[in-house]
C-alpha cells in the first residue's frame, strides 16, 4: 500500500539540531515506533513527515513521490494527536465526517463511511453525542476513527495514549495494533514509553538529541543494544564500571573474561542475567532490599563502591536485608565510549524476554 | 438504635450547609436601589404628564410626550441614521480586526508588540483632546457633517475592544485542533471559517455586541464630527434636553434607547454562554 522514505532529513532551530540527518525506510504495513525522552526530536520528525514542521535538509517521500515541500493538507498522511484535538463545536459524526465533505463525498457514502469508523473504533452510537460528553479513551478513539476514516497512506501517531491511566492505555495500544495490521496500514507511532513501543512495534527507532541510535526489532534492541544508551533506555540495565586488562575485565566484585583491547570499560548486565550466592567475603555486596512482584523478586544489592545493581530471582527466594553475596552472571554487554563492543552470554531463546518494573 | 446516631446529624448539616449571608444580601439590595432608581425615575418621567414638587408619585401619567415625540420626523431620521452608522461601523471593525486579531495572535512580525501597544494608546489620552485634533483633520478633508467622518471616527473607538478580545480568544484556540483540520485536508481560510472562528466564536460575538452598543451610545464624536447635519439619537437626546425645558422629552427618548441594549442584552445571553468573557480574557 505505502512506503515511507526519509533521507538525511534534519531539523534545526537556532542553533541547534531537532532532528540531524536521520534515513529511515518504513516498507509497507509496517508499524515503526520512535521511542525515546523527551527532547530527542522524535515528535519532531513525526510532525515533519505530517507536514507542520519543514524540514530544514533532506527529502520525504511517500511511495516515491517527494513530499517534503507539501502541506498537510495535501499529504497522504493521517496524524493522531497527543491532545486528541477534536473540534469541540461539533459532534462526533461531524468531527469524522468533516474531512470527507471537504473531498465532497455524496451525503449517503459520508454517512456509511463515517459509521464504518465508528463501528471500527467500537463507539457505534456515539455519533450524535458532543466529544466533550465523552471519556480520555473514547475521546482518543474518536481521533482514530477520524484519522482512519480518510484512509491515509500513512498513521501517524503521536504519544496518543500518554494522557490516558494505564489499564486504558494497554486496552487501547491493543486495539490499535488489531485495527493497524488488520487494515495493514503503515504508521509510525511516537511513544517515550518502552512498554508500548515493546508491545506494539515491528521495529524500534530509538532516538536521542536528534540522532537515530538504533533501528531494529523490539528483541534485537533488548538483547543486542548498540550503544549504551539504548541498553539503559529499553528494559532495566546494570551498569559497573570494569578495568580490562589481557582479556580479562576486574571489578572487586567480578571477574569476566572480555577479549577487548586493555582501558577502562563499562559492563551492561541485565536484571535477569543476574544470579547470586551467600559470600563470606567481607567485602561482599550487601542485600539493600528486595521487592516481590509475585512472578519474580527484584533484590537491590549495594556493592562496596557504591554501585547499586538489580538481581531478578524467583519468587521463592529468601533473601533477607543485609546478607552478603557474590554476584554471577550468565549474560553480559561491554560499552566503551557508549558504544557496545562486546557481548556474551545468552541470546534468543535462552533468556525470556521481560518488561522493566523499575 | 439507629435513629439516634443520625438525629445530631441532621440537625447540625443544615446550619453548616446554609449560613445566611445577610452582608450579602445588604449589597445586593443597595447596588440594586443604586442601579434601578434612576432608571424608575427616567422611566416614570417618561410616562408622565404632570409632577410637581413636592408629590413623590405623579399628578398626571399619559402618553402625551410619546405621542409628540414619535410624530417628530427628526427623532425617526435620527434612530434610522443611528442603526444605519453603527451597523456600518460594527461590520466595518469586524473586517478590519478579526483577521488583524487573528494576526497577533497566531503570526510573529516584526513591530507586533508595539503595534499591539498602539491601539490602546488611542485609549490612553483624554479622549475629547484626540478628537478635537481629529475633527482638525477631517475639516481639511472635507469629512466634517458626513456620515462617514463619523463612521471613521467611531471605528477609532471600536478598535482596541475589537482587537484585543478576539486575539485573546483567538490565543485560547489549540492549535493542534487547527493542525487536525490542516491535516484531514482543509486549507489555511477553511480552517480559520470552520474551526477557529467557531471556537473563538461565543468571546467574538460577545465583542461584537459590546462593540454595537457602544458604538450606538457613543456621543462626543458623533457631536463633534457629524453635528450638524448627522444627528444621531443620543445627539438628539442631548440636544433636547439642552434647548427645552420639558423633561419628559428626554425621558421618553432614553427609554427608547433602552430598547436596543435590551434586546442586545437579551441577545448576548442567549448565545453567550456564562463565562466566555472570561474565557477570552485568558481566566
Same mark, same amino acid.
Not at chain 1, 251 to 269: K, M, S
Not at chain 2, 43 to 54: D, I, K, L, M, S
Not at chain 2, 120 to 126: E, G, I, K, Q, V
Given at each position: ?37 523527551s527532547?530527542s ?69 459520508i ?5 464504518? +469508523? ?26 482514530l +476513527? ?17 494522557s ?18 488488520r ?25 536521542r ?11 534485537v ?86 554501585t ?11 533473601v ?23 557481548q556474551?552470554?545468552?541470546r ?11 | ?28 439590595i ?20 404632570v ?5 413623590l408619585v ?11 415625540t ?74 466634517i ?60 460575538a ?78
Amino acid at each position: 500500500m505505502a512506503r515511507l522514505t526519509i533521507k538525511g532529513v534534519s531539523k534545526s532551530f537556532g542553533t541547534g539540531f531537532a532532528v540531524n540527518d536521520v534515513s529511515l525506510d518504513v516498507e509497507d504495513g509496517e508499524l515503526v515506533c520512535l521511542l525515546g525522552p523527551s527532547g530527542s526530536g522524535k515528535s519532531t520528525l513525526l510532525r515533519m513527515i505530517g507536514g507542520f514542521e519543514r524540514p530544514s535538509a533532506g527529502e520525504i517521500l511517500i511511495d516515491a513521490k517527494d513530499v517534503t515541500r507539501l502541506p498537510p493538507e495535501r499529504r497522504p498522511t493521517g496524524m493522531v494527536f497527543q491532545s486528541h484535538a477534536l473540534w469541540t463545536h461539533w459532534n462526533v459524526f461531524d468531527n469524522i465526517a468533516f474531512g470527507l465533505r471537504l473531498r465532497r463525498r455524496p451525503r449517503a457514502e459520508i454517512r456509511e463511511r463515517v459509521e464504518q +469508523a465508528l463501528a471500527m473504533v467500537g463507539l457505534a452510537d456515539y455519533g450524535q453525542r458532543m466529544t466533550t460528553q465523552l471519556s480520555g479513551g473514547q475521546q482518543q478513539r474518536v481521533a482514530l +476513527a477520524r484519522s482512519l476514516v480518510l484512509e491515509p497512506k500513512i498513521l501517524l501517531l503521536d504519544e496518543p495514549f500518554a494522557s490516558l491511566d494505564q489499564h486504558l492505555r494497554e486496552r487501547l495500544r491493543e486495539e490499535v495494533k488489531d485495527i493497524q495490521s488488520r487494515l495493514g496500514i503503515t504508521t509510525l507511532f511516537v511513544t517515550h514509553g518502552q512498554d508500548e513501543a515493546l508491545a506494539l512495534a515491528d521495529r524500534i527507532v530509538v532516538m536521542r538529541d536528534g540522532v537515530m541510535e538504533q533501528v531494529a526489532p523490539p528483541d534485537v534492541i533488548y538483547r543486542a543494544p548498540r550503544t549504551e544508551f539504548v541498553a539503559s533506555f529499553i528494559g532495566s540495565m546494570n551498569f559497573i564500571r570494569v578495568t580490562v586488562e589481557e582479556g580479562i575485565g576486574r571489578h572487586e566484585d567480578l571477574t569476566l573474561p572480555v577479549p577487548v583491547a586493555d582501558g577502562p570499560a563499562v559492563l551492561g548486565i541485565r536484571p535477569e542475567a543476574l544470579s547470586l550466592t551467600p559470600s563470606e567475603r567481607p567485602r561482599a555486596g550487601r542485600v539493600h532490599r528486595s521487592i516481590d512482584f509475585g512472578t519474580h523478586k527484584l533484590v537491590d544489592i549495594d556493592l562496596l563502591d557504591g554501585t547499586r545493581m538489580k538481581a531478578m530471582m524467583p519468587p521463592e527466594t529468601q533473601v533477607p536485608r543485609g546478607l552478603r553475596v557474590e554476584l554471577g552472571v550468565s549474560a553480559f554487554h561491554v560499552f566503551r565510549d557508549g558504544a557496545q563492543v562486546y557481548q556474551a552470554g545468552a541470546r534468543g531463546s535462552e533468556t525470556e524476554r521481560r518488561v522493566s518494573h523499575a | 438504635m439507629s435513629a439516634i446516631p443520625h438525629r445530631p446529624v441532621s440537625s447540625a448539616a443544615p446550619r453548616i450547609a446554609k449560613p445566611f449571608d445577610w452582608a450579602g444580601l445588604v449589597f445586593a439590595i443597595l447596588l440594586t436601589l443604586v442601579i434601578a432608581v434612576p432608571l424608575l425615575v427616567v422611566a416614570t418621567w417618561a410616562f408622565t404628564e404632570v409632577w410637581r414638587y413636592p408629590s413623590l408619585v405623579p399628578q398626571k401619567f399619559g402618553l402625551r410626550f410619546w405621542s409628540q415625540t414619535l410624530s417628530r420626523a427628526d427623532v425617526w431620521e435620527a434612530l434610522f441614521l443611528s442603526l444605519r452608522l453603527t451597523a456600518v461601523v460594527t461590520a466595518l471593525s469586524a473586517v478590519i480586526c478579526l483577521p488583524a486579531a487573528y494576526a497577533f495572535a497566531r503570526l510573529k512580525f516584526p513591530g507586533r508588540n508595539l503595534l499591539f501597544l498602539s491601539f490602546l494608546a488611542s485609549h490612553a489620552f483624554p479622549k475629547f483632546g484626540l478628537l478635537v485634533a481629529i475633527a482638525g483633520i477631517f475639516l481639511h478633508l472635507g469629512l466634517i457633517s458626513t456620515f462617514w467622518g463619523v463612521v471613521l471616527i467611531q471605528l477609532v473607538g471600536t478598535l482596541m475592544l475589537m482587537i484585543w478580545v478576539p486575539v485573546a480568544a483567538f490565543q485560547a484556540v489549540d492549535r493542534r485542533m487547527e493542525e487536525a483540520a490542516r491535516d484531514a485536508g482543509a486549507g489555511p481560510l477553511r480552517v480559520f471559517w470552520s474551526i477557529t472562528l467557531p471556537q473563538a466564536g461565543p468571546t467574538i460575538a460577545a465583542a461584537v455586541l459590546l462593540t454595537f452598543v457602544g458604538t450606538f451610545y457613543e456621543t462626543e464624536g458623533a457631536w463633534l464630527i457629524g453635528a450638524p447635519q448627522v444627528r444621531t439619537m443620543p445627539v438628539l437626546m442631548i440636544s433636547f434636553i439642552n434647548n427645552q425645558l420639558v423633561v419628559q422629552y428626554g425621558a421618553v427618548l432614553s427609554v427608547m434607547l433602552w430598547l436596543p441594549s435590551f434586546l442586545a442584552l437579551i441577545f448576548a445571553r442567549r448565545i453567550v454562554g456564562t463565562g466566555a468573557f472570561a474565557r477570552g480574557f485568558g481566566a
